[in-house]
Every structure is written in structure tokens, then in C-alpha cells.
């Protein structure tokens, strides 16, 4: 697809279901509810922002940021943060994710960032390639493990 017909603007209310649906693609691990719950961006919240890519009425991807206070191997803050990004399966390869990212990239130089970071889990290939297409480098990788305590016997 050519980005000739795609609109990159900031999430509207009347986007939120289509926004929601293309989150739980994003994070297919995650519940509906979480991820509403999750979708707390308001326009009075100047510190995340969520634009969304729509070709006439369909959303078909989105990108969220935030304002961090630190991030791995940043030395600035404030940090912008690519929090989540997603494009549909089939629009992809057409400049819509660069877009996307560019706008948000925008967003945190506008709000004092001078660097950006993201995140992407280890084996998530595509989203890894996807980054560094876009100029991102890998700074840490780190693996989290967690332990669930049993009561003591007494």
C-alpha cells in the first residue's frame, strides 16, 4: 500500500474501539479488559500520546508514546518512549510504521526529548528488523524471571 492515502493524526474518541482491537494484535497476551484499562490516554495526560494511521474510516495502525524520566541506555531526560506500534499485517512495507514513529518522534523533540527508546521482546524478529530500519539500536537485553513464594510451613 502507498502512504499516498493514509492520515497520521492523534487518537479520537470515536477511535477508541479500533484503536483497542489492533492493541490486543499488539499484545495478544493480554486481556480485553487489561488492555481498556491500559488506554487511560486523555487529552489533559501531556505526557503519552497515541496517533493512530487511518486510510478514510479504518484505523489501521497506531503508535503510543510517553515521557519518561529514564530509560537503558539513555543519558537525557526527559526520554520519549515508543511504548506500543503496530500496523496492520497487510499495510505494512508501505511507510505507514515510519510515519507513525516519525510523528511520535516528533512529538517527544517537541516536549524536550533529544533521544528515544523502545522496547521489543527478544524473539520478536520482525519487530527487532523493524526498530532498526528505523535508526533504533539494541542498548540491553534482558531476560525478566519471577518466582512465586509459597507460604512458609510452620
Given amino acids: 500500500m502507498s502512504d499516498d492515502n493514509c492520515v497520521i493524526r492523534p487518537l ?3 477511535d477508541r474501539e479500533a484503536w483497542l482491537a489492533l492493541r490486543s494484535k499488539l499484545w495478544p ?3 480485553s479488559e487489561q488492555l481498556a484499562s491500559e488506554s487511560t490516554v486523555t487529552a489533559e495526560n501531556d505526557k503519552e500520546a ?6 478514510g474510516d479504518s484505523i489501521i ?4 508514546a510517553s515521557l519518561r524520566n529514564h530509560a537503558e541506555g539513555c543519558r537525557q531526560s526527559p526520554v520519549g518512549y515508543l511504548e506500543g506500534w503496530f500496523v496492520e499485517p ?7 510504521g515510519r510515519q507513525l514513529v516519525e510523528v511520535v518522534e516528533n512529538w517527544a523533540r517537541d516536549n524536550g526529548c533529544e533521544e528515544m527508546a523502545s522496547d521489543c521482546v527478544l524473539g520478536n524478529t ?6 532498526e530500519h528505523l535508526g533504533y539500536r539494541p542498548t540491553v537485553k534482558c531476560v525478566f524471571l519471577k518466582k512465586s513464594l509459597v507460604p512458609k510451613a510452620e
Fill in 61 to 64: 495502525g497506531f503508535a503510543e
Fill in 90 to 96: 497487510g499495510q505494512r512495507s508501505g511507510g505507514v
Fill in 126 to 131: 520482525i519487530g527487532i528488523v523493524a526498530h
Fill in 29 to 31: 497476551a493480554s486481556s
Fill in 50 to 55: 497515541v496517533y493512530v494511521a487511518a486510510v
Fill in 12 to 14: 479520537e474518541p470515536q
